[in-house]
């Protein structure tokens, strides 16, 4: 996992729950926490300071993960604000993140393997993204599209049709703009 | 000076606080460390992959020396680096317009289906589309997602294909535009500068390719036109008419060739110099130009009997026409004769009119015909039929005129056998003088050679047979000299014997020798008969070289000189076949002959009084001349004492002896008695 994840965590946490949340959630977890974007770190680091968290506030971990992906959109866009200006919604900003983010992402961070998210329309308008990632993270992503529907001040209604966590080869998610 | 501490917190609070910022601050340097290590991360990446990008359409454009096979790679490797859904391309032309070059890339063919089909095959006038934006202003045209949907005039396909950002870069060569290349991407266009950045540099390098492909253009423009006059020459001719010639059917019929030659223009060249014969050149192609589109004018489009013309300027006053698809053979004679007609006008060449004339000799395809380049020659065979008449014309080749030519191909071959197998021999016919009383009788002053072909098959051939196709090959010259040779080379072993046998210098016979116009003509021939005398031994004075007018009329002075020369080492000279011809006066005035032979036309119409005053004028004209006189052809005891009557001096003919081989004509030298002995 990139470093920036990291550290988009423990801005999300330190700005909602304040500086020594942190370090509390790290001592938890029971990691030294010093991250930077440039660099990477193993996968299990990230899963325990969620599961940490879920501990301490009594949240289901993906509920963890959705509330820091909706989080993240503003700190993303204090870091990264191109990604945003060129875009004039959150469909369309969403739409883009496999062909704009993630490449933009590899030239930072030579090597970093990102998501696909496989973008299609389905039989009832909505907007189909079906996601498989061993990470099993599409709670990150639902609150990442929330997040940019609250930039964009745009609704969005997101349902998982299928999620990998309840055994599914795949993580179905449908994104309804309409609203 | 005094140091003050550093205050410090008195209390924890105040403690935590101090830390807290202290953390924050130090929160803020990595994230601008970050940030500054990650811009220089993207700005290394970015050039790497855009200098791979520029190598790659460098190398496409090494590689490549044609725009179409370019262009394609080009807008891929563009489209794949930015991520765009299409690209594509449009040649200015030379009306000014953006024409698409139907040349386009797209990952998604299906997707991109509807704006490929809008873009395709299009033309932008200046200022109309974003093409002729780019077009008119000469520089990038950007259009973003708001401005798309109102003012694009193919918004209706691109909304259909999801395409939210367009771009319009210029290809320049120098201050000139010459492509426009066109981007649709599916997302906004970001870093303009960069993509300003790539696509110009990629821009030069389809520029290069298309300087290439017209140097080239123009390369081979030149190597298949004239220059002079602008019209394809003769590899382009060849090539077209090879092409017209394969594309005929089975019965071979629908082409035909004309070959034009202009009569008049060496004299031309001539007299007001090449400046001068360069501007009729190039007003005769305009000329037969403007009668070829009339002629093609008068048909309609999609005619089914459409025919086509190439005019080619194939060598210095030939042209030649091929007219392909002919639904009938009657065209190419009404070409030929409109050709005719349109240089019937003077042409004006510095202050002066001018006049040229036209042989054209036209061959049609038929089934007989195995190459373009046979109908060519048989073209070029009418054309020299047409010059022969002396006033032009046109000629169709006909099955007569290829039979006379394909018969005197296989001469000339046999005759090229007969010269290296040295199957000719001389004959010899004695030449008498007739006496100034008749009951002197004749006595023998000389011999006239004359060739005869012993073919192996045929047998003793005449010259009449052969020697016109001698001429006609070129052939003559070798031939001739052989004769001249020959000739000396027999009479000096004749002398020798006579003289051996106690002949005084003055009873010795001369031997008369026909030269060819072309053999006397050469430049080396003078220096060769000096040759000749001194090998052979043969005194030059009993040397008589016979030419006839023909060499006097094409090269007077040529002529003269020669003759003067020839004279100068004791060589007589013979005008041959007088009174034949133009027999102008005035070469016998001007060249140095010492004898005149009457032709033998004369001889053998003496019965009629008009030859008879003609031979009697010839005769008058030579004694004022003080030339010598010889009668050809006396074929009666009548003619012979006829023309001594008249004071004609010499004779030959069969009444006074055939032509004989020989031994058996220099036995007539010898006194009875050593004749029989021989």
């Known amino acids: 996992m990139k470093g920036v994840v990291f550290n988009l965590l423990e801005d999300a946490v330190v700005r909602e729950h304040g ?11 029971g990691l030294e926490g010093a991250y930077t974007s440039l660099g990477s770190y193993p996968d299990s680091e990230v899963i325990r300071l969620v599961d940490a968290a879920s501990a301490a506030l009594g949240l289901s971990a993906g509920e963890v993960l959705r509330w820091f992906g909706r989080s993240a959109i503003p700190l993303l866009r204090e870091r990264y604000e191109m990604f945003f200006t060129s ?23 030579a090597g970093a393997g990102c998501p696909h998210f496989h973008f299609h329309d389905l039989d009832d308008g909505r907007i189909g993204l079906a996601y498989q990632s061993p990470r099993r993270m599409c709670r990150l992503a639902h609150g990442f599209i929330e997040g940019a529907a609250d930039h964009y001040g745009d609704q969005v209604e997101i349902e998982h049709l299928s999620c990998m966590l309840d055994g599914h080869p795949v993580c179905r998610i449908a994104l309804d703009w309409s609203r | 000076m005094k140091q003050e501490p550093i205050p410090l917190p008195s209390d924890l609070a105040a403690t935590v606080e101090r830390l807290e910022r202290l953390v924050q601050r130090e929160r803020e340097g990595r994230l601008q460390a970050e940030a500054i290590a990650e811009r220089g991360l993207r700005e290394l990446y970015e050039s790497q992959v855009r200098l791979a990008l520029l190598q790659r359409i460098t190398d496409c454009a090494n590689r490549s020396n044609d725009f179409s096979e370019a262009i394609g790679e080009v807008l891929k490797e563009i489209c794949e680096h930015m991520n765009w859904a299409f690209g594509t391309a449009y040649r200015v032309e030379r009306s000014g317009k953006a024409v698409s070059c139907v040349a386009w890339f797209t990952s998604e063919p299906a997707r991109l289906f509807p704006l490929v089909e809008a873009s395709r095959e299009r033309t932008f006038p200046s200022g109309e589309g974003l093409p002729g934006r780019v077009l008119r202003d000469v520089h990038p045209h950007w259009i973003d997602e708001a401005e798309l949907a109102t003012d694009f005039c193919r918004r209706v396909a691109a909304a259909s294909c999801g395409i939210r950002a367009v771009c319009g870069f210029p290809v320049m060569i120098g201050d000139e ?44 423009h030149d190597a298949l036109h004239d220059a002079m006059t602008g019209l394809p020459n003769r590899t382009l001719l060849d090539e077209r008419a090879r092409a017209a010639f394969e594309r005929l059917p089975e019965s071979r019929e629908g082409l035909a060739v004309l ?27 305009r000329r037969f130009d403007s009668v070829i589109a009339a002629c093609m004018g008068g048909r309609r489009r999609g005619d089914e009997h459409a025919w086509r013309a190439t005019l080619a300027r194939v060598g210095g006053d030939e042209f030649v026409i091929v007219l392909d698809s002919l639904p009938n053979p009657g065209i190419a004679m009404d070409l030929a004769g409109a050709l005719i007609d349109a240089l019937k006008g003077a042409i004006l060449v510095g202050d002066e009119y001018v006049n040229v004339g036209l042989s054209i000799g036209i061959a049609h395809s038929a089934a007989g015909y195995g190459s373009v380049e046979q109908l060519r020659q048989d073209a070029d065979l009418a054309m020299y039929e047409a010059k022969s008449g002396g006033h032009g014309g046109v000629v169709t080749f006909s099955e007569a005129l290829g039979n006379e030519r394909r018969n005197r191909m296989a001469l000339e071959s046999e005759l090229r056998d007969a010269i290296r197998e040295k199957q000719f021999t001389l004959f010899y016919q004695p030449i008498f003088a007739l006496g100034a009383l008749q009951d002197q009788g004749e006595r023998l002053r000389g011999f006239e050679a004359l060739i005869r072909w012993n073919h ?26 052989w004769v001249l040779r020959q000739a000396c080379n027999a009479m000096a072993r004749l002398h020798r014997d006579l003289t051996e046998r106690g002949m005084s210098a003055g ?21 060769h008969v000096r040759r000749v005398l001194l090998e052979t031994g043969v005194p030059p004075e009993l040397v008589r070289l016979e030419v006839t007018e023909g060499v006097a009329i094409i090269d007077p ?27 102008s006066l005035s070469y016998l005035q001007n060249l140095p002959f010492d004898t005149l032979k009457i032709d033998r036309s004369f001889i053998a119409s003496m019965d009629d009084p008009k030859s008879r005053k003609i031979i ?63």
């Open chain 1, 87 to 109: 875009h004039q919604s959150a469909q369309s900003f969403v739409a883009s993140i496999n062909d704009i983010i993630h490449p933009e992402v590899r030239k930072l961070y």
């Open chain 2, 557 to 583: 002075d040529q002529t003269r000189q020669v003759l003067e020369q020839v004279r100068s080492w004791g060589v007589k000279t013979s005008l041959d076949d007088f009174g034949t011809g133009y027999s």
């Open chain 2, 456 to 481: 192996p098959e045929r047998g003793l051939v005449e010259p009449g047979r052969f020697i016109p196709a001698a001429e006609a090959g070129g052939l003559i010259v070798f031939i001739g000299d």
């Open chain 2, 259 to 285: 070959v034009i030659d202009l009569d008049g223009f060496k004299a031309i060249n001539d007299k007001y110099g090449h400046h001068a014969g360069d501007i009729v050149l190039i007003e005769t192609a």
């Open chain 1, 19 to 29: 500086l020594l949340a942190w370090d509390g959630l790290l001592e938890m977890a």
């Open chain 2, 507 to 527: 009873e010795l016979p001369y031997i008369s020798i026909n030269i060819a116009p072309q053999q006397f003509l050469q430049p080396t021939f003078s220096a």
């Open chain 2, 616 to 678: 009697r004028a010839i005769l008058d004209l030579a004694s004022n001349l003080n030339l010598s006189v010889v009668a050809e052809g006396i074929e009666t005891r009548e003619q012979g004492a006829s023309l001594r009557e008249m004071g004609c001096e010499y004779g030959q003919g069969f009444h006074l002896g055939r032509p004989l081989d020989e031994a058996s004509a220099f036995a007539l030298v010898w006194p009875d008695g050593a004749a029989n002995a021989a």
């Open chain 2, 177 to 220: 535009i010459v492509c426009v290349l066109e981007f649709f991407a599916r997302t906004a266009m970001m870093d303009k500068d960069a993509i300003l950045l790539t696509v110009t540099q990629a821009a030069t390098q389809l520029a290069r390719v298309i300087e290439r492909e017209r140097a080239r253009a123009a390369l081979v």
